[in-house]
């Protein structure tokens, strides 16, 4: 067996048996990007948290807790954990590693855009955090800003009244 073939096997065997997951789109590069996809998609999973969120505090208000009512949390909060992950994983995997690049000109407005743009990914990726930390709907709020700023410095004027017919879906 080539030595080639015999190393690839390996590592696919390896990566499977200790569940390794190919989430990223896609370090290649392929060239087939939908940016705009990503933000329905993360705006998406923040509505899965508040919704997470929600369904926590409600249970929590009953007076007698049941073993069910506890599961129940418990589906909730892995649920919230779940979708924030996502938030997190279209941050670094698509924006931060693929589609956002230092600019090639050296002007003040290319590098301020350069930097806002960072920032609010590194805002998202903390106000995930917090909403895993906590049921505050407020954190939930703070992404849907994020998200919606981001969107703003990302997308040219044309793309983003594109993107935000898809809003009103």
């Known amino acids: 067996m080539n030595i080639k073939v015999a190393t ?12 390794f997951h190919a989430l990223a789109h896609c370090e290649i590069p392929c060239g087939i990007y939908n940016d705009q996809m990503r933000i329905v998609m993360m705006l998406e999973d923040i509505t899965t948290i508040e919704k ?3 369904e926590i505090q409600a249970i929590h208000s009953k007076d007698d807790l049941t073993p069910l009512d506890i599961n129940q949390v418990v589906r909730w909060v892995t649920n919230k954990e779940e979708h924030a992950n996502k938030v997190q994983e279209v941050v670094t995997q698509y924006f931060l590693t693929q589609r956002i690049k230092a600019p090639t000109e050296n002007t003040a407005e290319a590098q301020e855009k350069y930097f806002q743009q960072l920032a609010h990914l590194h805002q998202l990726l903390v106000f995930s955090m917090k909403a895993k930390q906590t049921v505050d709907t407020a954190n939930v709020q703070k992404l849907r800003e994020l998200v919606n700023g981001f969107a703003e410095l990302y997308f040219s004027p044309e793309d983003l009244a594109h993107l935000q017919g898809h809003h009103e879906q």
């Open 8 to 19: 690839a096997t390996c590592a696919i065997t390896l990566a499977s048996a200790f569940g």
């Open 52 to 54: 997470s969120m929600t």
